[in-house]
């Protein structure tokens, strides 16, 4: 059967194994207390599917039958009629088969599909949702392959294993039926071997179930070695150590190795058993049939129907037993999904958040404290008063806390104390599109997307015209580099801007963000690779663009900052100084002696001009 | 082929394993076929009241038949999965290592998904035919010969009518694998735009939400999405159709034995026994025949993956060490650029006719605007890029001529873009030296004063550092980037505008650290501040790719030129503030 991408391209369980979680229960009630509301949408489409199966699996038990009836009835009896008729009856019960199968593969796979897509569309969305904290925790890779591969495991769980696991067990008791109701004695007989094969079965699964997860870990070991390998590749190759990579992803390989070769060893176990079991079960019919056919007691026909019931007993078999080992992954799978779908995004509209409409840009910080996690305060009851217009610098140590401001402002993340006022709405009370809509942000790490430099330029304004785009990229001193590109604006650039000098991605980043045109405008270190003389202009440029807008720079480069309004420096989460340039010259403090650290570089004491 | 045949030498290898698989899988094929037709036999006894001793006898070859097939089954079933996974072993650990040493030029093309890929599914696809296609074709064929020539020789018009069939149910299954396998390449592109789409998504979170682009995120990935559920619905109509249609034409010989057969038995032509051995050969030989379309699937996903690794393994890295290369030993850094040229495509040159020379032990200070070449500088001294004409030399030894590791060993850059591992702080600094000792760990993290901070975690040295480094500032990250460079202790060092996210009394004191450190070493630093790299011997000043002025500062002060202009407004605003603005 057709199971919606299986046998198919699959991203192979990247960093699936979640340490224990490789594998779960057969039954995990948390999980399927969930599954309902997937199939609810799909369920006229399930039971067509379902349907078709049970036509399926109970039209291909009768064809031995029918062969029996054949051999016994007409052939032995010499009945050309009853012949015909039992050769078309065949004919027309293998287009029941082929009306069944139709309309499982076509319907399941049409609400597996359907599941797909609503459980990946769901969880994106709700990634979206989630905050920043959380983002800081967890690795891309994992969550991808919550995305990709669990959400494909739960969907063949619904749409596949659960019925076939049904299939199965319904013809191991169709068969079973159908021979004792040809012949009882033989019937029980021949079923002894199936208590053998339970308790086999189960000693083995325990074994089995071990082999597999330590096959899933190891995938994501390698999987996780690969990733970091790659992307880490041009500090691999400046600190030449690409020998000690090899040694250690030739050791993970090595264990992936092992351990599938060690999973194949349980698994093949079960073909000799299974094969063996096979031919206790003929030679039971052979003997013990054959001395009834002997006796008269039987007909012919009987005993090739019950071989050829043999035939497909043990399939079903194997293919439980595979099953519960899929049953184990999908719920690991389904708890892993569920238990991100259950992750609260930490910050979230409160529910009676209002729409903010566009501001002036007066910023208001009261008592702001704040902590990454909790225990380590980075800000300590921070005061601050921004009136709209104005422009401010942060300045301050090297992990003072200055981006971090910059996040609570944003909202990105939710003060500990103390509250964020913009125009005297509370960051908390209104939606976060409508904050987020007021601030532009260029952030530390100039991050751009594949794509062309347009669409990079273009993400905070989609539908901006080319006019302002250029506009944009001129105000930001990135139009002249541009147009030197071989393909200007339609230049394509690679992951995460790989083509392009460090100077370049950030003057995109900040086209982008002035292209975003908002009322308040944050730079963090936007300019940290651009050289001063093009900083100086697009301050200039950017002068007339900011009148009335709330500007906020953080930099170090001391020069950048010196005609803002007011500077603010920040010490160990502290606001500890604030004024203008030349107030704060005058007072002596830490940022005279930032200043003070410049000249000493150039070795005359500028302060005594 | 040629691809089939490139992937069978990393098979070749095991040759023996693969051949005492074929054996078991010989042995299993011969017992099976050896099984319907005692039973048949069995049966001819008991409706021809024969022998009951036959039966016994019957009884005998069956369950050794069968306990034989169980046997020989597991060897070439745990033989198979030796063999597939020691190729792919191989194969994943070569991918690996070609990877680490495809030079710049590569990865900057490619995309992290794209190689994940190859390396993961279409080792798999390869693990998948070399497991069970390789002889499983071969054991299918077999077994059709087999099956054909017993069954001809019961009965061989019944042969006839039956294997008629079987060439038009093969042809369907492989033609209708044909119809699918674009749909399923379709699929796998579709899935890897998926995959990039998510994977951006989630590496560039905060500008999603700093330009609120949830929404519109969200409506390019159930776009992707769609686009995927349409191609799988596509694949599911064309195997609606198919699957059932050869499980039907597969019954119908099964009632053409019934009928015709049954007739010839009533005519006493043929056994009953013969009858049930028809049927039970057909039945036999029915999956080989439905597995033919997956077969052709295999092979042919096979090909496009080998093809897509191939590419990879055929893509020489653009940095080759000469044959003759020489062991450099430990330079002492007098470094030559003569006239030397670069692009890093064929259209626009990023370096032109650069020369300059450095004598070992001296600071050589790179200024100069935003992509003016700096950086390109400093990837061409390791040999990460070479040079499109020109040459560069250290100690008078052209960089090409040595090995490749010899001469990295001499050559560190701490690079602009900062990359940190998932790992502790500790294994990050140590990551280009691994013997070195922690009081050596604690030196450099003094050096880069990063000590003082890492001292502050309440894990100390063992505080593991997320993804990319994200729980760390800007500037922590410069400083583990700076402290990880001086760790291996190069002859020349290049510092890539690695402290451009520190304050300046910070970097005042890593400087000071450092001039100690770098002693006789050769140092290249790329700044934008120009004085801090007052007191360099050398200073380059760079505009589109070209030298514009270079000398020592007072010199450079001296001329008037842009140096002259930036460095004076650098410093005027550290003596009158918002004045500047007002003169310009
Ligand atoms: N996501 C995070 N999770 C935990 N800790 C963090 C996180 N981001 C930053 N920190 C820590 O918070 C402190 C302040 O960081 P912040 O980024 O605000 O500094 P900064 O003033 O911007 O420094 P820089 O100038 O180096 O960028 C640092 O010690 C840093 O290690
Ligand atoms: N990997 C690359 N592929 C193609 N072009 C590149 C690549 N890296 C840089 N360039 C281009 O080469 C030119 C020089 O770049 P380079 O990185 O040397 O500049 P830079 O002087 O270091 O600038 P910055 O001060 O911004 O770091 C730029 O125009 C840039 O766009
Ligand atoms: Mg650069």
């Known amino acids: ?609 | 082929m040629k691809i089939l045949f490139r992937l069978m030498v990393f098979t070749g290898k095991y040759w023996v394993l693969l051949l005492l698989a074929f054996v078991c899988l010989l042995i299993t094929t011969a017992s099976g076929l050896a099984i319907p037709w005692i039973l048949g036999e069995a049966i001819d006894t008991v409706a021809s009241q024969g022998e009951r001793s036959f039966l016994i006898w019957a009884v005998v070859v069956v369950f050794s038949a069968t306990t034989l097939r169980g046997i020989s089954a597991y060897g070439y079933s745990y033989l198979s999965v030796v063999v597939s996974q020691k190729t792919c072993y191989d194969i994943r650990n070569k991918l690996y290592e070609h990877l680490q040493r495809l030079s710049f030029a590569f990865h900057d093309q490619a995309q992290t998904g794209q190689l994940m890929s190859r390396a993961t599914t279409d080792v798999e696809a390869i693990r998948m035919f070399v497991g069970r296609g390789l002889l499983g074709l071969i054991q299918m064929f077999i077994l059709f010969i087999g099956i054909s020539y017993i069954l001809v020789s019961i009965n061989w018009q019944l042969a006839l009518l039956t294997l008629a069939f079987l060439p038009f149910v093969g042809w369907r299954a492989i033609s209708n694998s044909r119809h699918i396998r674009p749909m399923w390449l379709k699929i796998q592109q579709l899935m890897a735009a998926l995959g990039t789409t998510l994977e951006e998504n989630l590496t560039g979170v905060r500008v999603v939400k700093a330009f609120s682009h949830q929404a519109e995120e969200t409506q390019k990935f159930s776009a992707d999405t769609t686009l995927l559920y349409n191609e799988h619905i596509r694949v599911a109509r064309q195997m609606a159709l198919n699957v059932p249609l050869m499980v039907f034409l597969i019954s119908i010989p099964t009632a053409l034995i019934l009928w015709y057969g049954g007739q010839q038995v009533i005519a006493g032509t043929l056994t009953i026994g013969n009858l049930t051995q028809f049927i039970l050969y057909l039945g036999m030989m029915a999956m080989p025949v439905r597995r033919l379309g997956f077969m052709t699937n295999l092979l042919s996903r096979t090909i496009s993956a080998g093809q897509r690794i191939f590419e990879i393994l055929n893509t020489r890295p653009m940095i080759q060490e000469k044959i003759d290369a020489i062991e450099a030993g430990i330079l002492k850094g007098q470094i030559n650029f003569e006239d030397v040229s670069f692009s890093y495509n064929l259209t626009t040159p990023a370096l032109k006719n650069i020369s300059f020379s450095v004598k070992p032990g001296e600071l050589v200070a790179l200024v100069g605007n935003s992509g003016s070449g700096k950086s390109t500088i400093a990837h061409l001294i390791p040999r990460f890029y070479d040079v499109k004409s020109g040459r560069i030399t250290i100690d008078g030894i052209d960089i090409r001529d040595m090995t490749i590791a010899s001469l990295r060993s001499n050559v560190i850059t701490a690079q602009q873009d900062v990359f940190l591992f998932s790992a502790t702080i500790r294994d990050n600094i140590a990551y280009g030296a691994t013997s070195a000792s922690k009081e050596q760990i604690i030196e450099v993290a003094k050096a880069a004063y990063l000590h003082d901070f890492i001292q502050s975690l309440p894990d100390g040295y063992n505080t593991w550092v997320g993804e990319r480094g994200i729980t760390l500032s800007g500037g922590e990250k410069q400083r583990l980037a700076i402290a990880r460079t001086l760790l291996v202790n190069p002859s020349i060092l290049i510092l890539d505008d690695s402290t451009s996210s520190v304050d300046a009394e910070t970097e005042y004191l890593i400087r000071r650290a450092l001039d100690k450190l770098i002693k006789g070493r050769t140092t290249f630093i790329i700044t934008h501040r120009l004085p801090i790299i007052k007191n360099a011997d050398l200073i380059l000043m760079l505009k589109e790719g070209q030298i514009i002025e270079r000398g020592k500062h007072d010199d450079l002060l001296a001329k008037n030129g842009l140096y002259q202009q930036i460095y004076n407004s650098q410093l005027s605003v550290t003596i009158v503030s918002g004045e500047t603005q007002e003169e310009e």
Request: with cysteine; hydrophobic share 45%.
């Open chain 1, 1 to 609: 059967m057709y199971q919606g991408g299986r046998g198919g391209p699959q991203v192979h369980g990247t960093f699936d194994a979640d340490e224990d979680e490789a594998l779960g229960k057969v039954y995990n009630s948390r999980v399927i207390k969930r599954l309902p509301k997937y199939l609810g949408p799909v369920k006229l489409w399930v039971a067509l599917g379902a349907g078709g199966m049970m036509v399926r699996t109970l039209a291909a038990l009768a064809l031995p039958y029918l062969v029996g009836i054949a051999t016994d009835k007409f052939i032995q009896a010499g009945n050309l009629s009853g012949l015909n008729i039992i050769a078309v009856a065949f004919v027309g019960v293998g287009l029941l088969v082929w009306a069944g199968q139709y309309l499982e593969t076509l319907f399941l796979s049409y609400a597996g599909q359907a599941i797909l897509y609503r459980m990946r569309t769901e969880m994106f969305a709700h990634l979206q949702r989630l905050s920043l904290s959380f983002f800081d925790r967890s690795k891309v890779g994992k969550l991808m392959s919550r995305v990709q591969n669990d959400v494909q495991q739960v969907q063949e769980l619904l749409t596949s294993d659960v019925l076939n696991a049904v299939t199965s067990v319904l013809t191991l008791i169709g068969i079973a039926g159908v021979m004792i109701v040809m012949d009882v004695r033989l019937a029980l007989l021949t079923l002894t071997v199936v208590p053998v094969l339970g308790v086999v079965i189960v000693i083995w699964q325990k074994y089995a179930r071990r082999a597999f997860i330590r096959v899933r870990r190891a995938i994501a070991m390698v999987n996780a070695q690969l990733q970091e390998g790659i992307s880490g590749i041009r500090v691999t190759q400046s600190l030449s150590r690409e020998e000690i990579n090899l040694r250690q992803f030739d050791g993970i390989n090595e264990i992936h190795q092992k351990a599938n070769i060690n999973a194949a060893k349980l698994q093949s176990l079960m073909m000799p058993l299974v094969e063996i079991l096979t031919g206790v079960a003929y030679s039971l019919v052979i003997v013990f049939g054959g001395y009834q056919v002997l006796a008269g007691e039987m007909g012919p026909g009987v005993l090739i129907a019950f071989l050829l019931y043999i035939q497909r007993f043990f399939n079903p078999v194997l293919e439980l037993t595979m099953l519960y080992t899929e049953l184990q992954r999908a719920m690991a799978s389904g708890s892993r999904i569920f238990e991100l779908l259950d992750i609260e995004p930490e910050i979230k509209d409160s529910p009676q958040a209002i729409e903010m409409p566009l501001v002036k840009g007066e910023l208001k910080l009261q008592q702001v404290s704040f902590s990454y996690q909790s225990g380590v305060e980075i800000l300590h009851d921070i005061d601050l008063a921004i009136r709209a217009g104005e422009t401010v610098a942060i300045v301050g140590r090297t992990g003072a806390g200055k981006s971090s401001l910059v996040n609570i402002i944003t909202r990105f993340y939710e003060v500990d104390k103390g509250a964020v006022i913009i125009d005297g709405y509370n960051v908390r009370s209104v939606t976060q599109q409508s904050l987020r809509r007021q601030i532009g942000i260029v952030l530390q790490d100039p991050f751009l997307f594949s794509g062309s430099i347009a669409d990079n330029i273009r993400y905070g304004h989609i539908d901006a015209t080319y006019q302002e785009l250029i506009e944009a990229a001129q105000i930001a001193g990135a139009h002249d580099f541009i147009t030197h590109l071989d393909h200007g604006y339609d230049t394509l650039v690679g992951e995460r801007g790989s083509n392009l000098s460090a100077g370049q991605r950030q003057f995109i980043c900040l086209a982008r963000a002035i292209l975003a045109n908002p009322p308040i405008l944050i730079l963090d270190e936007a300019t940290s690779n651009i050289d001063t003389n093009a900083e100086r202009l697009m301050q200039k440029s950017l002068h007339s663009l900011i009148k009335g807008r709330t500007c906020i720079i953080i930099a170090h480069r001391l020069s950048t900052i010196t005609n803002a309004d007011r500077i603010i420096v920040l010490e160990k989460g502290k606001i500890v100084e604030s004024g203008s340039h030349q107030e704060l010259l005058d007072k002596q403090g830490l940022y005279y002696h930032m200043c003070e650290a410049i000249s000493t570089f150039t070795k005359n004491n500028m302060f005594n001009l």
